[in-house]
């Protein structure tokens, strides 16, 4: 017999976000794939609550004594395993309950073997998936779940990917939580959202899942139209939003747009996002930008080394990069860069080297994190076939030469070079010239010691 399926309407349903610390110490954002959900669930009940734990000070019993009858969690980090799971069996076996993300489509089988009160794991993108649950199809008809029959866990072919709703956008009055820019215990005194102007990527780093569904499909890259994009941003009450594009520059045409219609509406906040380092090849973009209130943007630069960044299949060299950021120094913009270690036959001195190189580029700031190998991408099968390298349970690669413990005393080798005190100084004169300083901010300062408030802004804890 198929599991129940129950879905019609609701009276109450609870959308929980089960992680109480963030993946690095620079965390604030909403959750907003489960708003997503939240959103589509909300023509289908009478009410929805969205509990984020990370800001919760309530307990996840005290949600559930108001016996909602659908839970859906989002499990999308491998960090807090065993929490998550444990908060997961809290919830009682007659309340029917749905668990998605990231996390949970690549470990299915062990939530639903661990966790029996789960019915039903939903993998990969997840909106259409919700949408036919709610309009009560058969299981068996529904592509892109797993669930249990009798003894057996029943996996659904994987979805196939199709269009996107350009003009969806998640109801922000859903929100609990007043999502602030922080980093550790410092407070930036700036309320903060996210935004998507498009889904997918159109280029294929060899490294990279997050453009994978379940089944390997490449999710092609999709923009929205600009007027939807700046209607939503002028609803939000943040003062900063965040462009959660893989690559939020690809299309310079509609980049333009976007910014045109910000600058026409007199929109006032602080952007950032995702970046190329080709948007160098676009001057008048950036500048545009820089008119339009981009304030921060970053840039997967990888690699120091040319070989890797072959391997990583970037699609530029080193020499290329120091060639884009000699144009981009011109514009009064925050750089941030992404950089990644141990890969195959890179040594210590050039992991380490990752900080001079940043520093003479002309990055502000950058983050740094251990290799990833998911399934499905091209990188996974070849350190598979590497003798003496290896994947933890959280796909972090490490090998004879370097464990993951060596390598996260490099990263903070690669930290502590970068931020030395010129870098340091011009981070805080970037944030006084371009009067980003408040009130907030100038009471943390007072309030945290130097060598706390260092670590805060340079140390990365998501491995």
Aim: hydrophobic fraction near 40%; charged fraction near 30%.
């Amino acid at each position: 017999m198929e599991t129940r399926n129950p879905f019609l309407h609701f009276k109450n349903v609870l959308c929980v976000y089960p992680y109480q610390k963030e993946l690095s110490s620079m965390g604030f954002m909403p959750p907003l794939g489960l708003e997503y959900i939240a959103t589509i669930l909300k023509r289908f009940s009478e009410r929805v609550d969205i509990v984020d734990l990370r800001y919760e000070k309530k307990e996840l019993d005290y949600y559930l004594a108001a016996r909602p009858d659908l839970v859906c969690v989002s499990v999308n980090w491998s960090h807090e395993k065993n929490k998550v799971r444990n908060l997961i069996r809290q919830i009682p076996s007659d309340i029917f309950t749905i668990v998605g993300g990231r996390t949970a489509t690549e470990d299915a089988d062990n939530l639903l073997m661990e966790c029996q009160n789960i019915d039903i794991i939903v993998k990969g993108e997840g909106e259409e998936t919700i949408k036919e649950l709610l309009e009560n199809r058969p299981l068996s008809e529904i592509s892109g779940i797993a669930y249990r029959m009798g003894d057996k866990i029943i996996h659904n072919p994987h979805r196939k990917l199709g269009p996107l709703d350009p003009n969806f956008v998640i109801d922000r009055g859903l929100r609990r939580y007043k999502y602030k820019l922080i980093s550790n215990k410092f407070d930036f005194g700036y309320k903060v959202d996210g935004i998507f102007s498009s889904r997918g990527c159109p280029y294929n780093c060899s490294f990279c899942s997050f453009n994978f569904t379940a089944g390997g499909e490449k999710r092609r890259w999709v923009g929205r139209p600009p007027e939807s994009v700046v209607e939503e941003i002028k609803s939000m009450e943040a003062d900063m939003a965040i462009f959660l594009d893989e690559n939020f520059t690809f299309n310079i045409k509609g980049v333009n747009e976007i910014c045109d219609l910000l600058i026409k509406e007199k929109v006032n906040k602080i952007f950032a996002a995702n970046s190329r380092i080709d948007i160098a090849k676009h001057p008048e973009t950036i500048e545009k930008m820089e008119r339009a209130g981009f304030k921060i943007l970053m840039f997967g630069i990888e690699s120091a080394q040319n070989r890797i960044l072959k391997q990583f299949n970037k699609g530029f060299t080193v020499e290329e990069v120091k060639e884009c950021f000699e144009v981009l120094k011109r514009y009064d913009i925050f750089y941030h860069g992404y950089f990644i270690i141990g890969s195959p036959q890179e040594r210590e001195d050039e992991m380490v080297g990752i900080a001079d190189f940043a520093n003479n580029i002309g990055l502000n700031s950058i983050g740094v994190s251990n290799l990833r190998c998911s399934i499905h991408t091209p990188l996974y099968e070849i350190i598979k076939k590497l003798e003496g390298f290896k994947l933890d349970r959280r796909g972090r690669v490490y090998s004879n030469a370097y464990s993951v413990a060596d390598l996260k005393l490099i990263r903070k080798s690669i930290y502590r070079k970068f931020y030395n005190l010129s870098s340091i100084w011009k981070i805080f004169s970037f944030i006084l010239f371009n009067r980003m300083l408040k009130l907030k901010m100038i009471y943390s300062i007072i309030k945290s010691s130097s060598s706390i408030m260092i670590e805060s802004m340079i140390y990365d804890n998501r491995d």
